[in-house]
């Protein structure tokens, strides 16, 4: 499989999201990827469901949405409809992990699961068959245009191997710092899916950035 780029809008120009999704749509991007935050579970707010709506009239690639938010179960049917493909729901943030897991399949959208620096990759073991996607988060959550934590590419060897010996088909995500710098050992320590916010947006010509990023994500993935 190519490897797969979704570039966060958390990073976009608020004020010119129609104008930022266009340019996406016209991009090289995979996915769009939609961070949303309550104030709670993360010390930030970003935005919410009829954003996302918006965002849904617009695009025309997938909408990959990692909830940041407390309780997430209570909010599932309603990002469905906003247009989400892809729900994420922190591991920290679920008390009934693996029935919030079969409420977003039954939902028909892919099921992930974010997981925060501290938290260990071995504590997926029990519920990674029913996992579409682990969101690695290799920033803490709640801001964009933080460094990557060196520590990540060790927990995407390890999280590799859960997956292979369960024989899934889970998909690996890395989310928070990613650059040209480390998206090729990434991939080559077995991500199949990068996150860019800040590093696309900041860029003097986005569409090219992504461009460069899928790239490097090629070699990384020979
Ligand atoms: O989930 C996130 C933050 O909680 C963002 O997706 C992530 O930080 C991407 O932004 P950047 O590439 O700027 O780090
Ligand atoms: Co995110």
Redesign the pocket.
Known sequence: MKPIIAP?V??ADFANMQRDIEMLNRSEADWI?C?IMDGNF?PNISFGLPVLAAINRYAQKPLDV?L?IEKPERYLEAFKKAGAFLISVHYEACHHLHRTLQEIKNLNCKAGVAINPHTNVSLLKDTINDIDLVCM?S?N??????SFIEHTYQKVKDLKQIISEAQADTLIEI????NTQNAAPLIEAGADVL?????VFTSNDPENTIVDLKNVMEVGSD
């Not at 989310?175 to 990613?178: L, P």
Request: proline share 4%; net charge negative.
């Open positions: 966060s958390l990073a990827h961070d993360v990692h940041m988060m920033v959550p709640g801001f964009g245009g933080q989310d928070g710092g990613v996150v860019a916010g800040s590093f």
